[in-house]
């Protein structure tokens, strides 16, 4: 059995994620926490988020979890969802500037077309762009549940496995060594956001 830790951090509605991961992982220990001791001995790392980012950043930093969390993207499997992609990036349009964890040289920007609607919410297409364990069994332009008002901007193309058109194309599914995240809400997606879930508790 292994335990996958779900950043808690106050915000949003992470119980959903849980409930989720439980249902494709019934066999492993899914725990809620803000502990860095627990995030640190846990196999693999859940960082769900919705929200402003400068609020997450503020809540990270009061339970000092910032550093925890960094160390987990060099040593096992982390999927972020949603905020958990955009707090990848070096800086962000939210908040007047809102500083990110670096992980990925980049920014997060909004949308800025007049004639969208914002927040993109809904479902939409997820275009593979290229291979990755955790597309296992899901169809590409498969259709995954988003809510956002702002999308990445990776500085180096390379880390984008997936893509989303809204306006124009974004990235909306990254991967870098153990790291994988994504725009979309695989929690909310059905069928397919439960395998993507099922494939990263597998993924090695």
């Given at each position: 059995m292994q335990r996958i830790a779900i950043v808690d951090y106050g915000m949003g509605n992470i119980r959903s994620v849980q409930k989720a991961l439980e249902f494709v992982a019934?066999?492993?220990?899914?725990?809620?926490?803000?502990?860095?001791?627990?995030?640190?001995?846990?196999?693999?790392?859940?960082f769900p988020g919705?929200?402003?980012?400068?609020s997450c950043m503020t809540a990270l930093e009061s339970n000092s979890l910032i550093d925890e969390i960094k160390l987990s993207f060099e040593s096992k499997p982390f999927l972020g969802i949603c905020l958990g992609l955009q707090l990848l990036f070096d800086y962000s349009e939210e908040n007047n500037g809102t500083?990110?964890?670096?992980?990925?040289?980049?920014?997060?920007i909004k949308f800025k077309n007049s004639n969208l609607k914002i927040p993109h919410m809904g479902w939409n297409n997820v275009n593979q762009v290229s291979e990755h364990p955790l597309w296992h069994k899901i169809t590409n332009n498969s259709r995954f549940y988003s809510v956002h008002s702002y999308y990445v901007k990776p500085a180096n193309e390379d880390c984008v496995i997936g893509t989303t058109n809204y306006g124009h194309e974004f990235a909306s599914a990254?991967?870098?060594?153990?790291?994988?995240?994504?725009?979309?809400?695989p929690e909310k997606s059905q069928s397919d956001g439960l395998q993507l879930l099922r494939n990263f508790v597998s993924w090695s």
């Open positions: 019934p066999n492993d220990n899914c725990v809620l926490t803000n502990d860095p001791g627990i995030i640190r001995d846990s196999d693999r790392v859940v919705q929200g402003a980012m400068g500083k990110g964890l670096s992980i990925i040289p980049g920014k997060v990254i991967a870098l060594d153990k790291v994988f995240a994504v725009q979309f809400h």
